[in-house]
């Protein structure tokens, strides 16, 4: 953990050491924070500081004019940002001869499956390698310790864009294992591109869960400057250790300059933005909760009936199974009706449609969807306005479209999806699927 080369030259010439309170002058910018540890494989070209609003920032040696001692870390916190509040807690009590702390701390299970927030640049090898086994994740984010014991496991390494419904399963029997060995909250660490989609699977997949099950990502990786995984590391953990609520949900910032970290029902949510740290928002709903990294306060947004409240004693319903014969489209003017008659001799079991306006297509698929119908297709109708309700029956399109069949799913496009995939892998007739479709699960209708 100790800094090596070039960068500990040019600490050793300021006099200063990991822990101290710095500040950095570059030719553009002034750095103001402690002096964190050097990555395990990190290079030796660069210092990492931790600033006040909680993120590390990495500065190339070579740009550093000047080193300012501000305030010399006393050797009890020095210890604490080298190795985290929990190992010095279980060293304390090793040397008074107390028993470890670990069956009294809150626990946390945090799982991995890749994307940027787990990734981190190997500097031997220029690859980009997980990152999230349970020291490394107290080496970039210390204030963790304090927070919950953290049991840390890399499940996979994918971005997100290369998960698929077999993906969700594994995750989803993971989550379970961990909640069934009596974990007080899961934060699952997920690419942002379909992290909307896990959430949703993961939604439907565990039901009636005892705590909190959190997925949080990151636009930049822990060891770029102004990486957002930090914040949004111990904003999922506060809210996994200590909030009085179960299910699933995502973690993300809230706005783009403030420190406060969103909360969202995870089959209420959507990427909608490329790069923005608060590319996720909540659609016709509040976040359920605003989490403050600062001072660790968390504020309930909505209020939740007791179902949804955290209760240890409560048993998970787990059934992780999904059909992948399932197609979403999106309506556009001119749409070729044969693609739905393709589905149709692919043997595809459902079809969500993401509609125009209150949830019409062209009078010119009538056909198409009446032959999938008739062909045991479950067609299911969205509206690709993202936000508003689905209202079929103001106009004439939408009522033709519900008589012959057509259901409607008053929620998110992507949430319908993943709802329809999990209700025909879980029910065994048409009429139990449709019942399901148009019964409220994981609060997923608007
Ligand atoms: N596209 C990748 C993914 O979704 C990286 C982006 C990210 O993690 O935010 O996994």
């Not at 032959?371 to 045991?376: E, F, G, L, T, Y």
Request: a negative charge; charged letters at 25%.
């Amino acid at each position: 953990m100790k800094y090596r080369g070039n960068a500990y030259r040019l600490l050793e010439s300021y006099d200063v050491k990991v822990g101290d309170r710095i500040v950095v002058k570059t030719r553009d910018n002034e750095y103001r924070g402690i002096l964190m540890p050097r990555y395990e494989l990190a290079d030796d070209l660069h210092l990492v500081i931790k600033l006040r609003n909680g993120y590390n920032v990495g500065i190339s040696v070579d740009e550093i004019l000047s080193i300012l001692l501000e305030e010399r870390a006393r050797e009890k916190d020095r210890e604490e940002v080298v190795i985290g509040g929990r190992e010095k807690k279980e060293k304390e009590e090793e040397r008074d001869g107390s028993v470890s702390v670990e069956h009294n701390a809150t626990r946390l299970a945090m799982i991995s499956t890749g994307g940027t927030i787990a990734s981190r640049i190997d500097y031997r090898t220029g690859g980009v390698r997980a990152a999230l086994t349970a020291e490394e994740l107290y080496s970039i984010v210390p204030e963790l310790s304090s927070i919950a014991a953290i049991d840390a496991e890399v499940l996979m390494q994918e971005y997100s864009e290369n998960l698929t419904p077999m993906h969700w399963s594994i995750i989803a029997e993971r989550v379970g294992e961990k909640i069934y060995e009596g974990y007080d909250g899961i934060v699952i660490a997920h690419g942002t591109d379909t992290m909307h989609y896990t959430s949703s699977a993961l939604s439907f997949a565990l039901q009636n869960l005892p705590v909190p099950v959190v997925l949080v990502g990151a636009q930049r990786s822990s060891d770029r400057p102004s990486s957002d995984a930090a914040a949004n590391l111990i904003g999922a953990s506060l809210f996994a250790a200590n909030a009085d609520a179960s299910g699933v949900f995502i973690v993300m910032h809230n706005g783009k300059s403030d420190d406060r970290i969103a909360v969202h029902i995870g089959t209420r949510v959507r990427k909608n933005h490329t790069s923005s740290r608060d590319a996720f928002k909540s659609i016709d709903t509040e976040p359920i909760a605003l989490v403050d990294v600062d001072s660790s306060r968390i504020d309930m947004m909505l209020e939740l009936n007791v179902r949804r409240r955290r209760d240890k004693a409560r048993r998970p319903i787990v059934r992780t199974r999904f059909n992948e014969h399932v197609a979403l489209i999106k309506f556009y003017p001119g749409l070729d009706p044969s693609m739905i008659e393709h589905l149709i001799s692919k043997g595809y079991r459902g079809l969500v449609l993401e509609g125009t306006g209150l949830g019409h297509v062209s009078k010119g698929c009538f056909n198409a969807i009446r032959d999938a119908i008739d062909s045991n297709m479950l067609v299911c109708m969205t509206s690709q306005c993202i936000w508003g309700r689905l209202r079929m029956t103001v106009y004439e399109t939408g009522r033709d479209l519900l008589s012959m069949g057509v259901v409607p799913l008053d929620m998110l496009p992507e949430t319908a999806l993943v709802k329809v995939m999990w209700v025909l892998a879980n029910s065994s007739s048409m009429d139990e699927a449709k019942s399901m479709l148009l019964s409220n699960m994981a609060m997923e209708f608007k």
